[in-house]
Each structure stands twice: as C-alpha cells, then as structure tokens.
C-alpha cells in the first residue's frame, strides 16, 4: 500500500540553524499538508499546498517557514532560523483531488532545537 | 471556530471487552468529523470518517463511530478489543470555511490489558 515518508526521522539542530524536513507524499496526490505536534499538546495544522503554491496557512507558519516541491517528488519544509519552541513532531500528509479531506500522513519527523 | 473535545486522555480495557472512546465537537456548521489512530513510531491512519452521509459510520479494524448532532458527540467504538488496537486515538473536525485544514482533539491513549 502507498505510504507517505518522510526524512529524517530525527532531527537535532541548533538554535539559529537553518532546517530542511523532506516529506514524499502519494505518488498521485495533488495536496500536500505539514502538521506539528509539540510534545504533550495537540496536533496543530501549518500549512496546505496545491498546483505549487500555498492554499492555506494557520497564525504558526510565519515568515521563517516556507514549502516547496522541488522535483516533482519531494515536499519540504524549511525553518529558517530554528528556535527551541520549533521543537516538535513534525507530519507531512498528503490527499487526492477525489477523496476530500481523506488525509494520508506521515511517521513524523521528531525535530529537538537545543 | 470549530473545536473537538476528547473526554478521555487515557483509556484501559482488557482484551475481548467494548472499546468505547468519547469525542465531543464544537461547530457552529456541519462539520466533518474523523477518528485517525497512531501506533508508536507510525504515521496517523485514518479510522473512519463522518462526512454528512450515514450517521452510523463503519472504519477499519471493526471500529464504528455514531454522529449524533443533539448531543454534538462523535464517540468511537469497538465491540471486542484486540491488543494490536493499543495506540493513541485522534478525534478531529474539519474547521469552520476550510475543507482542507484539519483540527485534531488532544487525543486518548488506549491501552488493552491481555
């Protein structure tokens, strides 16, 4: 079955330390999506993607984050200048056009800013 | 705004007795509603999901959740529980004017004692 991967699975990065989160979503997906989860709250949404630009935002995506899709394959996010409260799960998921709000995810990146 | 309460943080049972996770939603339209389980070191699976259609609605593994609009819950349940469904359970709800961005509950850990 089509999973979505994401790499690494954990991170460790210095405060100020630029990050990148790789996400490969289903192969025939057209909207891509990151979550966050700081440790002991709830899953929180960052972010949604389609046809290469930003469909939605929440109040967290601030200009030190930003999306992309590369090469076709890949979906990243970067942190520009990491902070200790970026430290979190990170989730990549992803959905067809078809299967509204059916969303795929991730394992998760584990990010720990020291 | 739309939000979604889960009751519960924790829930034990022991295997073969009734699962019963308890979800309660805010929404000022109707919402979509879903239960997505996370087995350690695993990404997020959708359960099952509530889109406007049966209120009775079947998911995988023999989990089942009722939409009920009078009392705004959207409890999940299982007849017999199975070790394999020790995880952390997620109710979440589609957010008010957004068919994309998904808000997850707090979650509920579900242990089942052999």
């Known amino acids: 079955e089509p999973e979505v991967t994401q790499t690494p699975s954990h991170q460790v990065t210095q405060m100020g330390q630029e990050v990148i989160l790789r996400c490969v979503p289903i192969?025939?997906?057209?909207?891509f999506y990151w979550y966050r989860q700081i440790l002991g709250q709830k899953v929180e949404f960052l972010v949604s993607?389609?046809?290469?630009?930003?469909?939605?935002k929440s109040e967290i995506f601030d200009d030190q984050f930003s999306v992309e899709r590369p090469d076709g394959s890949n979906f990243t996010l970067k942190i520009r200048s990491t902070k200790l409260e970026d430290s979190a799960m990170y989730f990549c998921?992803?959905?067809?056009?078809?299967?509204?709000?059916?969303?795929?995810f991730g394992p998760g990146t584990r990010l720990t800013v020291t | 705004a739309q939000s979604v309460t889960q009751l519960d943080s924790h829930v034990s049972v022991s295997e073969g007795t009734p699962v019963l996770l308890r979800c309660n939603y805010s929404s000022s339209y109707s919402p979509s509603l879903f239960w997505y389980v996370q087995h350690p070191n695993k990404g997020l699976q959708l359960l099952l999901k509530?889109?406007?259609?049966?209120?009775l609605v079947k998911g995988i593994n023999g989990f089942e959740a009722e939409f009920k609009k009078s009392e705004t819950s959207f409890h999940l349940t299982k007849p017999s529980a199975h070790m394999s469904d020790a995880a952390e359970y997620f109710c979440?709800?589609?957010?008010?004017?957004?068919?994309?961005?998904?808000?997850f509950g707090s979650g509920t850990q579900l242990t089942v004692l052999p």
């Open positions: 979440v709800v589609t957010i008010s004017g957004s068919a994309r961005q998904l808000t």
């Open positions: 998921a992803s959905s067809t056009q078809g299967t509204v709000y059916e969303q795929y």
């Open positions: 509530y889109t406007s259609a049966a209120t």
């Open positions: 192969s025939n997906h057209l909207y």
């Open positions: 993607f389609y046809n290469n630009e930003i469909s939605e």
